[in-house]
Structures are given as structure tokens and as C-alpha cells.
């Protein structure tokens, strides 16, 4: 100290801890204006930033307005300077945790509209995120004159230690990172491992995949593993689908007329149900002469994977009632079976009509 604190000393440095903190005051207030018309844009990107600022602005003013402050006090160049090296230290980490959250939230921003999903990748936002913080703190550091580099040379040699040690992990972070940049699985797909897991990918985080099967349980999968597994991905390369339905008609039926009449059905759940395709070419393929009936298959288009449910619901109710009315059987598989008693005393029964069996699995059995 030069020379002894007056009232003069103290009444500027009031004002200027004031100034700083009506500053921030009004900063905040401005922030909070600006959020209101960024939610009124298209963009999330802005909200992001809007968001970031609100914590940043009026800090900034009030670590001004404590600068202007302390160099209104006669305070020692030793001292000073500490102070300075100091509030500028808090003034980076506070614009590091603000640019971490706006990195983060536009690269979650970016991924939400790829994907087209709420859900999120949250990998990369971690991995942003964490790479901000890390070079935001080893700023502050070297502003109050700590030394990084033999700090960096631990972090490394430390760094070997931790990926031997933590080897599963480094395995499905490295797998998770891999599973996004290759845009194999992205959140908002519906996928099929060949164990039977199956659901719409909620999230792919540093260790694991998030499923939510349609039950609206999760199942979660190790990137690892999710990363060396077979899978049947049902978005892409793209969203909508075709399904397969089976049915069958009796020998007797008119097949010409039998595939009129199904891809009438099929134009209308087309046109009808939420989550068809309407422009979908509906298609009637017959294949197989089984042992009561003639079997072919019906091609349907669905908007993506769970609409076939509702699609395969509507339809089969449709092409039942129109066959009724239209005079179009399905039959029903029948076994016929018949009865010898053996010994010369035993009657001689009728011969039966030949008739096709059908396998053992018929609801239907005659018995003569």
C-alpha cells in the first residue's frame, strides 16, 4: 500500500462494485428479453447461446466493476497484480463453462436435426464438452503463472496407466465414437440384433446404447458389443418399408378376380390409415399350391416400423369383410380319417372320398 486508504478510496470503490453489479443486473435482464424472442426462432442454436450468455454477461460486469474497484485502492503493485491475475482466472472459467454449454448444446442441436429425433448422441456432447473444460482450466492456470507443461507430461504419463486400467471402457467409448461417425446406428432408428434385442435407439452415450423397445422398456447394450454384433437396422437407408402378409383362397376361387379385388383393399388402407404410404403400388404375388387352399402374398408399405402393426390390423380386417361379400372362401384345413376294425366279424365300411389331408396341426378333424 502507497499510502493510507481514505473515505474518497472507499466511496469510488462502492461505486464502481455498484456499477458492476447494476451492469449484471441489467445485462441479466437483457439476456432474458433475448431468450424470449429466441424461442420464437426455428433455430435451437440461438437459445444455446442466449442461455450461455445469461451466465456469463452479468458476471463479466461484476468481475469489471471488482477490477475498477481494486485499482482505485492504493494497493501494491504485488498485490494488485495478484488480484488482477485472479479475477481474470475466474473470468476464464466462467467463459469456459459458457462456451462448453453453447459447443454442447449446438453439437447436440446438430445431431437432433441429422437425426430428426428428440433424443440425443450424447457422446459427442461429453467428449466437446470435457475437451472445453480441460483447455479452459489449463488457461487459467497458466494466467496465474502455474506452470502446465510438466502438469501435461503426468496427464500423459498418468494417461497410460488409466487406458490399461480402464480397458473395457476405452473399448466402448472408442466403440461408440466409431458407431456414430460411420452412421450405421443413429438415435431415432429401429434396430434388431441377432439376440433378439430390438427398439428405437434413445441415446448412444461413452459407454453404453440406450434402446426403448415397444413395450417403453430400455434395454441397454454395450457399444462393444452393439459395435461386433449382427443387426438389422430398419431406418435405413431409409425410413419407410415394406411388409409381407400371408393368405390363402380355395381351389375354386377366380385368381384374377381374388387379386382385383385384394389390391382394392390395399389401395384403400393405403389411402385410409395413418401411417400407410399412399403412393405404395400394392402388390399380389401367389406362390403355393398347399393342401387346401392356394397361398400367395400381399406387399404393403408403412411409413416406418411400427406403423406395420396397425397396418397389418386394418388391412386383414378390410380383405376379411370384402371376401365375404364378395363370395371369396378361405378355407380352413381338414383331415379326413377313417376306421378298420380288424377280424371277420367286423363290418365293412363304405369307401371314403379321397380328400387332400392337411398337416396335424388342423383345428378341424372329421371322423367316419
Known amino acids: 500500500m502507497n499510502r493510507e486508504l481514505l473515505v474518497h478510496d472507499w466511496l469510488v470503490a462502492g461505486i464502481a462494485l ?132 510438466p502438469l501435461v507430461t503426468a496427464l500423459g504419463v498418468g494417461g497410460l496407466a488409466v487406458a490399461l486400467a480402464l480397458q473395457d471402457t476405452l473399448a466402448n467409448l472408442f466403440a461408440g465414437v466409431h458407431i456414430l ?59 419407410q418399408l415394406s411388409i409381407l402378409v400371408q393368405v390363402g383362397v380355395g381351389y375354386e376361387s377366380d385368381l384374377e378376380h381374388v387379386e382385383r379385388v385384394t389390391l382394392d383393399v390395399v389401395d384403400s388402407v393405403m389411402a385410409d390409415i395413418n401411417g400407410a404410404v399412399p403412393d405404395h403400388e400394392g402388390k399380389v404375388r401367389f406362390h403355393t399350391f398347399a393342401d387346401s387352399r392356394i397361398n400367395f402374398t400381399v406387399i404393403l408399405g408403412v411409413g416406418e416400423f411400427s406403423d406395420q402393426y396397425r397396418i397389418k390390423h386394418e388391412f386383414i380386417k378390410r380383405l376379411h369383410r370384402r371376401f365375404r361379400a364378395e363370395g371369396i372362401s378361405i378355407p380352413a384345413p381338414t383331415r379326413t380319417v377313417a376306421l378298420h376294425h380288424e377280424g371277420a366279424d367286423a363290418p365293412v365300411l363304405p369307401p371314403v372320398p379321397h380328400q387332400r389331408e392337411a398337416p396335424p396341426r388342423s383345428p378341424a378333424t372329421t371322423t367316419h
Not at 424472442?37 to 460486469?61: C, K, M, N, S
Open 181 to 239: 461417425a460411420s452412421k450405421t446406428v443413429q438415435p431415432g432408428d429401429y434396430i434388431r440384433l441377432t439376440s433378439g434385442e430390438e427398439g428405437y435407439v434413445v441415446d448412444i452415450n461413452w459407454r453404453n446404447t440406450v434402446v426403448r423397445n415397444l413395450s417403453n422398456n430400455l434395454v441397454i447394450i454395450p457399444n462393444n458389443r452393439l459395435a461386433r454384433t449382427n443387426m438389422t437396422n430398419f431406418t435405413q437407408p431409409e425410413q
Open 18 to 149: 455498484a456499477a458492476g453489479a447494476l451492469a449484471g443486473l441489467l445485462l441479466r435482464a437483457l439476456m432474458r428479453w433475448l431468450g424470449r424472442h429466441a424461442e420464437r426462432t426455428r433455430w435451437t442454436g440461438d437459445d444455446v447461446i442466449v442461455d450461455a450468455l445469461r451466465t456469463l454477461a452479468p458476471w463479466a460486469a461484476v468481475i469489471a466493476g471488482v477490477a475498477v474497484a481494486a485499482s482505485t485502492l492504493p494497493l501494491t503493485a504485488r498485490v494488485l497484480g495478484f488480484v488482477n491475475q485472479s479475477l481474470t482466472a475466474v473470468l476464464i472459467l466462467i467463459a469456459t463453462i459458457s462456451a462448453a454449454r453453447v459447443v454442447a448444446g449446438l453439437v447436440q442441436s446438430v445431431a437432433g436435426a441429422r437425426t430428426g429425433v428428440a433424443g440425443s448422441a450424447s457422446i459427442f456432447v461429453n467428449i466437446t464438452r470435457i475437451v472445453v473444460l480441460v483447455m479452459g482450466v489449463l488457461v487459467a492456470l497458466e494466467t496465474v503463472g502455474v506452470s502446465i507443461a
